[in-house]
């Protein structure tokens, strides 16, 4: 149990496009979905937490107009990278709680090359 | 800012070894989850303590919570190339949510 996946796993796009990274909770709800950067040989930064049907909570430091957050359902959360610049290349992994947990599970990570 | 310290931050060492694992904080926890990650894959959760004191073992891991629940350790008992990785420990104080708070890691390599 406790399933989260991530599409895609990776992705290249050129300069000034945006992509959409898709994270879904398999086999249960999340109440909650966080979004996290990763920089090589680091840990991870949390950029921002999504409660379903309601505006997710950025981190100081990340731009919300450029990292767009949608938490349609208790099941699926989307981050869009709009107009990505090459140092938006990273990779960047969600996660997802089931209600009255504070465990989260952890999707498989994407991979964003921005050329 | 960095709530939890981890140490040490890179760790080498041989097959049958053992190792420890500090996660350090002057923050109290309600909870305190340790992962593992494999290069180009996310975390995967090991275990989460939340009683002060509580110890958890799994196989030849064991964890512990510091009965203040500001600290937890990750002991490996005879280590194994398989248990090379990157190793996360994670809280939510208590006044945060769910939110975690990521120590900085350690790099376990075992030959």
């Known amino acids: 149990g406790a399933v989260v996946s991530q599409h895609p796993s990776w992705v290249i796009c050129k300069s000034g496009t945006s992509v959409k990274i898709e994270c879904r909770s398999l086999d249960f709800q999340a109440t909650t979905m966080f979004w996290y950067r990763q920089f090589p040989k680091q840990s991870l930064m949390l950029m921002a937490t999504s409660n379903e049907g309601s505006k997710a909570t950025y981190e100081q430091g990340v731009e919300k107009d450029k990292f767009l957050i949608n938490h349609a359902s208790l099941t699926l959360s989307t981050l869009t990278v709009t107009s990505a610049h090459p140092e938006d290349s990273s990779f960047y992994i969600c996660?997802?709680?089931?209600?009255?947990?504070?465990?989260?599970?952890f999707g498989p990570g994407t991979r964003l090359t921005v050329t | 800012t960095q709530l939890l310290e981890q140490s040490p931050q890179f760790l080498s060492i041989q097959e049958g070894e053992n190792l420890t694992v500090y996660c350090n904080s002057s923050s109290v926890f309600s909870s305190l989850q340790w992962y593992r990650q494999e290069p180009g894959e996310g975390p995967v959760l090991l275990v989460t303590v939340v009683t002060g004191g509580e110890v958890k073992k799994l196989k030849r891991l064991t964890f512990q919570f510091g009965d203040a629940r500001k600290d937890s350790s990750l002991h490996i008992t005879a280590a194994q190339p398989g248990d090379t990785g990157l190793y996360l420990c994670a809280g939510a104080p208590w006044d945060s949510g769910y939110a975690l708070n990521f120590g900085k890691g350690t790099s376990l390599l075992v030959t």
């Open positions: 996660s997802a709680r089931p209600k009255s947990s504070y465990e989260q599970y």
